[in-house]
């Protein structure tokens, strides 16, 4: 069996690429001087990724200013309104009010993510890049319907119009799906008369995606309740615990990205190894986004994951 360190989602946003933003947000600073920016901060990161002997990475998605945020801006049907909070963190996001069908727009993911994967090339080509997406259940969740007469039909509409197309333009190995509704939300649906998803439904829609690209499925805050096949599942296994039926490759969120404290290797390295003989490969990851943490602090929780690598 083998362990291999990865990351997931984002990285904190350095303060000094945040002043830049701000910079260009106010028309003091060009567009093509924000981009120089994006690229020399992607860099850095993959240049300390390296360092930090982490071998699957994303972009720190620094262009990202939530898991939903740019995207939504770029479908078509939906409006952007209001900061809410993301689940129970001091995190917030700007939500998708949803005026009609979705469907994709134009836009311009796929060349970050291009961009992104030469970088990476230069820098750091032992590492496998992932594209990171909001999943179609996450999205339905975190959306203001206003259209649509069931979440679920959203949540496939998000998956055929809006993710499919977009998976089919980028070019890379794996795409990473943030779904932490398939835990967070979906253990809470407990009442008939409540609003939900399906499992099944839940599991059929991102199923259905990963017969387009190989996935991996992200989830935290909780236990995943549905366990969809032929993707790479990462389950938080500080705040969750490992569903039946998960086999094969896995993630595990074995690092607790909101909470600055350090955990301990030989205990976590103790905790793998019950775990050894139910699976051919675990990716060791933090077991949410590192958005929560001061940027030093998450470099520190990352280079701790890259100790944890190996056969």
């Known amino acids: ?69 740019p995207l939504i801006r770029y479908i078509d049907g939906v409006e952007v309104n209001g ?10 996001y700007r939500s ?3 005026k009609d069908e979705v469907s994709l727009l134009d836009n311009p993911i796929p060349k970050w993510v291009n961009i992104a994967k030469e970088i990476l090339e230069e820098v750091y080509p032992e590492a496998t890049l992932k594209a990171v997406l909001p999943g179609p259940v996450t999205l339905a969740y975190h959306s203001l319907n206003e259209y649509y007469e069931s979440l679920e039909a959203l949540a496939r509409d998000y998956a055929e119009r809006v993710l499919a197309p977009l998976i089919k333009e980028l070019e890379v190995e794996i795409v990473e799906l943030q779904e932490p509704a398939l835990a967070s939300e979906l253990s809470r649906a407990t009442r008939e008369d409540e609003v939900h998803i ?18 991996w499925v992200v989830t935290y805050f909780g236990t995943p309740q549905v366990v969809p096949k032929g993707v790479i599942l990462n389950v938080d296994l500080v705040e969750g615990s490992l569903p039946e039926g998960v ?15 350090m955990e301990r290797t030989d205990r976590i390295r103790d905790r793998l190894l019950k775990l050894s003989g139910n699976f051919s490969r675990i990716y060791v990851t933090p077991n949410t986004l590192l958005d929560f943490l001061p940027e030093s ?7 701790l994951l890259g100790r944890l690598g190996g056969e």
Do not use: C, H, Q
């Open 1 to 69: 069996m083998r362990i291999i360190p990865a990351l997931i989602g984002s990285l904190p946003r350095p303060l000094g690429l945040a002043k830049k933003i701000e910079l260009y947000n106010i028309g003091r600073l060009s567009e093509e001087k924000l981009e120089e920016k994006y690229r020399e901060y992607t860099r850095r990161a993959f240049e300390k990724l390296r360092e930090a002997g982490v071998k699957v990475v994303t972009d720190g998605m620094y262009r990202w200013d939530d898991i939903f945020n």
């Open 83 to 92: 900061l809410f909070k993301f689940y129970e963190n001091n995190f917030f």
């Open 96 to 98: 998708p009010v949803i």
């Open 198 to 215: 399906s499992k099944e439904i839940a599991r059929v829609v991102i199923e259905e995606l990963g017969k387009l690209r190989k996935l």
């Open 247 to 261: 086999s094969g490759e896995v993630g595990l969120g074995v690092i607790n990205a909101r909470e600055t404290k």
């Open 297 to 303: 602090v998450a470099w520190r929780k990352l280079r």
